[in-house]
Structures are given as C-alpha cells and as structure tokens.
C-alpha cells in the first residue's frame, strides 16, 4: 500500500511537471502582440481565428490535453481570451469570466505553474498546467492554460497500481510456495524421527536414520542417531556377554 | 589409554555416542588379535578403519560409517 502510494505521487509529479513544461512551450508558440488586442466580439477576426487555429492543432497533436486555452487577468478576475472549443461544444468566447481564482492559476501569470491537486469545474475534473504568455516586448499579457482529464491520470495510476499488485501476488505464491516446500520437509523428516523413536521402543532396533539437514533438526537427528547406535552397541554387548 | 587410541574414540563418540568405546573394543579384539582398544598403535589405524567400515553400517546409516572409517584412517 506505501509502495502503490508513493508511486501514486510520483506519477502525479510527472504528470505536473509534464504539464508544466507543456504549457510553458504552447506559451512561447503564441503571439503575444496579437492576443493582448483581442477583445470582446473580435472572436471572427483573423488574429483570434489564428491563434484558436494554432490552439487546436496543438491539442490535436496530443491526445492527453483536455483543453486548451488563454486568459488575461481583469481586476481581480480572470476571463478567456481565446479557448481551443470556441465555437464548438461549451467553449468561451473572448471576455467570459472564469468563476474560479485560485493561487495556482494566478501563479501562471508570473511563472509556469500547476495545479496541486484536480479541480473541478463546469467543464469537469482536470489537472492544470500554466505558463505566462509575453508580447514582443517581455511584458506577461496573459496565460495559456493546459487542462488534462483527470481519467488520463487516473488510467496512468491504475495502470501503476494493478501492475505493483500483480508484482505482490506473484511474490506471495513464491514466498508461501517456499514455505510450503520447507515445512514439508521438516515436517516428513520429524515424522522420520517418530516413526524411528517408536520402531526402537517396540523393541526394533534395526533401524537408521537417514535425515541430513544443517539445522536443528538435523542436530536432533544426529543426537538420536547416537543415542540409537549406544543402545544398539549395549544391547549387542549384552547379548553376546549372556 | 594411548593418544591414538584417544583419538580414535573422540571421533567414534561423535557417531556412535557413550558406546563407541564398547565398539571399538570388541573391534580390536575380535578382529585384531586380542588387541586392548587402549593399546592402539598408529600402524593398527587402517585394519581398524576397514572393520569400523563393515562393523558400523550395521548400527548407523551406511553413508555415516563410510565417513567414520574415513576419519580414522586419516589418523593412519
């Protein structure tokens, strides 16, 4: 379970830094100029038309992006400039107003930054990724935000973690296979010792003992051994004296 | 009792436990002239070794008397 666990949060490091590196390369892509000039109603434009284009085509090109989409900070909130879907599904136009603001989101706008954990919003669950979007002169005038669908990473975990369970089941059948195997043998080799010890007290003493082991049992049978060889010698002895 | 002699029965009481002098004498003197275990000289070790060889697969396992006739022959 600490195993499944920690490889749990590795593989969601992965997957943020993944998205952290995604998103700041998609940043360094867009045209910074062009998209602080965009305002509301200019969606048919040839700038917007571009950059949703470009947009598109990035998401396309990898199957784990979700969505895919720039924002501006407005005061203290934070609308869309230009998102991947517009104009098909749910996607926003330019200026809708994203209703949550969090610390990792506003991160964005500084440096590149991820969420810390999935985030659910109209759009469903997804772990985000953002990176700071700068016109020609340096300045931030925006984010690109990279949205990853939580059933991604979660298909990557259970992936990790059926695999780790196999791994523990396969090590279980070894192990109990192993101690099977050695309790059969110490367990024939004391009924060896029992059935030897009962033959000698009805009074059969031509018997042997045959078990070689480097362990206590093996000592026991060694000292029963000298002990049934004494007997054996004595009442030879014995025998031939009378 | 001679060192040899002594030798021989630290070995043999490892197979054969508190008897193995009763063993060892009724070796000597059945099969080797009379001889008193205790007056046991080294040149006597390989006739002995060959009589513990048969004498003892009869009490202990075979693989056990080969190894105690071994032991003491290499006393010889």
């Given at each position: 379970?600490?195993?499944?666990?920690?490889?749990?949060?590795?593989?969601?490091?992965?997957?943020?830094?993944?998205?952290?590196?995604?998103?700041?390369?998609?940043?360094?892509?867009?045209?910074?100029?062009?998209?602080?000039?965009?305002?509301?109603?200019?969606?048919?434009?040839?700038?917007?038309?571009?950059?949703?284009?470009?947009?598109?085509?990035?998401?396309?090109?990898?199957?784990?992006?979700?969505?895919?989409?720039?924002?501006?900070?407005?005061?203290?909130?934070?609308?869309?400039?230009?998102?991947?879907?517009?104009?098909?599904?749910?996607?926003?136009?330019?200026?809708?107003?994203?209703?949550?603001v969090f610390p990792e989101l506003l991160a964005g706008f500084t440096?590149?930054?991820?969420?810390?954990?999935?985030?659910?919003?109209?759009?469903?669950?997804?772990?985000?990724?953002?990176?700071?979007?700068?016109?020609?002169?340096?300045?931030?005038?925006?984010?690109?935000?990279?949205?990853?669908?939580?059933?991604?990473?979660?298909?990557?975990?259970?992936?990790?973690?059926?695999?780790?369970?196999?791994?523990?089941?396969?090590?279980?059948?070894?192990?109990?296979?192993?101690?099977?195997?050695?309790?059969?043998?110490?367990?024939?080799?004391?009924?060896?010792?029992?059935?030897?010890?009962?033959?000698?007290?009805?009074?059969?003493?031509?018997?042997?003992?045959?078990?070689?082991?480097?362990?206590?049992?093996?000592?026991?049978?060694?000292?029963?051994?000298?002990?049934?060889?004494?007997?054996?010698?004595?009442?030879?002895?014995?025998?031939?004296?009378? | 009792?001679?060192?040899?002699s002594q030798q021989v029965l630290d070995i043999a009481v490892q197979?054969?436990?508190?008897?193995?002098e009763r063993f060892l004498e009724r070796q000597t003197k059945a099969?080797?002239?009379?001889?008193?275990?205790?007056?046991?000289?080294?040149?006597?070790?390989?006739?002995?070794?060959?009589?513990?060889?048969?004498?003892?697969?009869?009490?202990?396992?075979?693989?056990?008397?080969?190894?105690?006739?071994?032991?003491?022959?290499?006393?010889?």
């Amino acid at each position: 379970m600490y195993t499944y666990g920690e490889t749990k949060n590795a593989l969601k490091e992965t997957t943020q830094d993944e998205l952290r590196g995604l998103a700041s390369i998609i940043a360094t892509q867009i045209d910074g100029d062009a998209m602080a000039a965009l305002r509301p109603g200019d969606e048919e434009t040839p700038a917007f038309v571009a950059i949703r284009h470009q947009l598109e085509t990035i998401r396309q090109s990898n199957p784990d992006i979700l969505y895919l989409y720039t924002m501006r900070q407005a005061g203290d909130t934070v609308e869309f400039i230009v998102d991947a879907d517009y104009g098909v599904e749910d996607g926003a136009a330019i200026g809708e107003v994203y209703d949550r603001v969090f610390p990792e989101l506003l991160a964005g706008f500084t440096a590149p930054s991820v969420d810390s954990e999935f985030t659910t919003d109209g759009w469903g669950t997804v772990l985000s990724g953002y990176a700071p979007v700068r016109d020609s002169s340096g300045t931030v005038v925006g984010l690109v935000g990279v949205d990853m669908d939580s059933s991604r990473v979660m298909q990557r975990q259970d992936f990790i973690g059926n695999t780790i369970f196999v791994i523990i089941g396969i090590a279980v059948l070894i192990a109990g296979g192993i101690i099977a195997l050695f309790s059969r043998t110490i367990i024939r080799d004391i009924k060896t010792l029992n059935a030897t010890a009962n033959a000698i007290s009805t009074g059969n003493t031509g018997v042997t003992i045959g078990i070689e082991r480097r362990d206590e049992i093996g000592e026991l049978a060694d000292s029963f051994g000298r002990m049934v060889a004494s007997l054996k010698i004595m009442m030879d002895t014995d025998a031939g004296e009378k | 009792m001679s060192q040899v002699s002594q030798q021989v029965l630290d070995i043999a009481v490892q197979y054969l436990g508190p008897a193995a002098e009763r063993f060892l004498e009724r070796q000597t003197k059945a099969h080797m002239d009379n001889l008193p275990f205790a007056d046991l000289k080294r040149s006597d070790i390989p006739t002995l070794a060959s009589w513990v060889r048969t004498s003892a697969a009869l009490i202990i396992d075979k693989k056990k008397a080969e190894e105690l006739a071994e032991r003491i022959s290499r006393l010889g």
